[in-house]
């Protein structure tokens, strides 16, 4: 290893990124278009859901019913109707997600004490939302006309995101995402652009060798890398306004750490592909498309198939996200989060040997 | 590459010869260490390339084919790092980037990005990031590749000054002239030594068997002999030039048979040999006699196959090729090409030279009707240029140097798709490629991947697919560059046959020995055009001997040129 070297390549590489303006705004705007569209649209809460009502019964009891829907900010009663043809044609075309109808005679079983039924109809093609609003309905409907006594009393605290907020779970979720995204694919730009070019044979048949060569051509995609993140969990922070129940530094640790995993994927592709095209390729399907499905971030791991639990550990945001969003959801510390960053740290070893071993130096 | 044995002295200047895909770099990646052979050793150094290529890298200076600098950073900036990563001394640096930048005429150019320099310039600072750490050993793949000649012997001027310090250098090269520069040539020939001596060695094997043909008196129509020419025994090779014919054979007794078949006023002088020749003598090239006799346009069987295209080429016969008056462009406030006079006739060959950045592709490119014409205009096969004229797409034919072939098609795939974009179909169609075929000597089976042709194959399919629309005008551009020289000839004599039919052929390059077919030479500098006329026209203006070569002339009239625009801007 001579540094004197690395500098050179230090330099040079940090030269060429900054002088090339598309590929440092591709670094920089990015993730932040990338937070922002995820962070607004990938929103599981429900609330406004669109109701359909139609009360047949018309008394004063139904009537308090139909005020409890309207008052409660979880419904948007968009449509009162005076059929069930145009409650179910309602359904259909989505503008409801769920219609109540309140039949006749409502009033009076509830007068006398018997047991009055309302009838509830969920569009249950988002199940998701199908379920909650089916809980939020019951909920309505189990308080009315007033919270009656059950022999066994359920007392719920939810733990670590108690408003049960899902910015709080997407934004943490999306570090892990977004760092997969960009830096593997800068990095593999890099290197395999000079494949491509053919400048790489100078540098093929000068002194440096390869471990040199890896360092100095990641190091400043790393520090690229860094600065990302550091961006999009400042961005998190102050505009999201998650919250961060653990300790900030050593998430920045974590995410040093993570950095080094993207970058080393991003050079093992580059020893693989030839071409700029297949570098892309091959690293939107190994670090993107995974960093979605198989991370956790928005499908539960834990629900997989098991032998679809084990594919999912191939690929490290997962672990990341469950460093990011221990630290920032749970409050975790350094021993609760050792594991995970012990696995990442492994991973990227293995990543790097790997890499370097296959860079040969050769052109064939 | 098989089976090579092949050792380079200390000191020693070696060229490698040989047409593309003949092993020149496969052989100079091996020495720089980057490619590890199949089987058998390479040791540079007395070190072996496998195992300790990053000892050897420290005392070699590889100069690839490709990009070697990075666009984006300024020559000095190249330079530095080219110096870095090779160890060179801080305190030593300084002194050698001075020389190496004011031997390359690079002193006022330090803060330009290597990007925005001229392909010659690019070349000189790629040969000062390889000579920064003074190697003990200098690969060189093809240097002047695409180089104008101007920049091309300020590149040799370089090389013989490093020379001078006991440098060992391995020279890949198209140019027979750098080959002649070397102290041993070692010719390659699918991946092969086919010979291996001093070029003084090597030409005397060449004693004898090459020869002019010329005419005393009236010159003989040159088809007729060159007809005559290929039924002799031993005959290898015919080159066809503007005004004689080249001859390569094997017979020991050219003469008495040339004197005996050809006719009386025949003049055959034993010609100066060049090492290419020696290809052509190799019994494995393959010897194509038979004559290139393209079916007749506007008549026989193809006229009643093609009426419509054969009578139009034929009928108007004295359309001209091409004519320019006053013809400008103007990028900005930058003149690419200023009021240029040139006039192409029907059925001649000119070739355009001049150093990068001359006009001539632009000038080309306008004459093609792809750029705006500022001021003046140009008439091609009777069509007015302007960018909306139709028509003048079906005159114009292209070649472009690097063949516009789609290599995961058929070369039968590949003809079919260029007569759809001529708008020719069906039987037209299929009658224009098997003419076009057959005038450029295809004889592969059309259904060959054009990615598993050789290059000399790809050429004929490419010239094949540009003419068979049968244009009045085609346009070449180093169409002949990396192949080997047999090919070459042929190619040329295909042109001429074209030209004969009254095709119009103009040629831009930087091999000068592609001019060497054409009749007439149009050279351009800075947008103008300096001189033109037949080489003979051209020698005699400039004051020059008879037997100057091309290059000199060429360098002749430009620096003429130079110094002409100099008092101008001092009057």
Redesign the interface.
Known sequence: MNARRIVALLLKETRELVRDPVTLALAVVMPLVMLFLFGYAINMDVDELALGLYDQDNTPASRALVARFAGSPYFDIIEYRHNTRDLDRSLQQSRIRAGIVIPPGFGRALLRDQPAPVQVIVDGGYPMVAGLGMAYIDAVIAYFPAPRPEPVEMQTRVWYNPSLNSINFVIPGLFAVILMAFPPLLTTLAIVREKETGTVEQIYASPLRSAEYVLGKLLPYALVAFLEILMVILVGFVWFEIPIAGSLPLLFVASLVYVFTTVGIGLLVSSLARTQLAAMLITLIVTLMPSFLFSGFLFPIFTMPYSLQLYSRLFPAGYFMEVSRGILLKGLGVEAVLPNLLLLIGYTLVVFVFAVWRMKQKVA | MGDISFAVRRGERVGVVGADGAGKTTLL?ML?????PSSGDCRVFGLDTRRE??II??R?G?????????D??SVD?NL???A????VPQDQYLARRNSLLQMAGLTTFTQRPAGKLSGGMRKKLSLC?NLIHEPELL?LDEPGLGVDPLSRRQLWEMLDRFQQRQVTSVIATSYMDEAMRCDRVVLLREGQVLADGTPGALLEQLRGRVFSVTFSTSPEPLDDVSVKLRRLQGMRAIQRLPDRLRCVTDADDFKQLAMRELPANTVVTPAEPQLEDLFVLDSRTEVEMDCVEPPAMGNGEQASRFPVEAAKLDADKDRNGVQTQNLSIRFGEFTAVDRINLTIERGELLALLGPNGAGKTTLIRAICGLTAIAEGGAVVGGEAVSLKNRNLRRQIGYMSQKFSLYLDMTAGENLAFFANLYGLSGNTARAAVAWASAVTGLTVPLRTMVGDLSGAIRQRLALAGSILHRPAVLFLDEPTSGIDPASRYRFWEVIRVLASQGMTVAVTTHYLDEAAYCDRLALMMNGRLIAHGSRDALIESLALSPDTDMETLFLTAVARADSASLSEGEG
């Open positions: 990646q720089a260490g980057i490619l590890d290529s990053k890298a420290a070699i590889y100069m690839s084919q490709g990009f070697t600098l990075y984006r950073l900036e530095a790092f080219s870095r990563i090779r160890d990031t690969i």
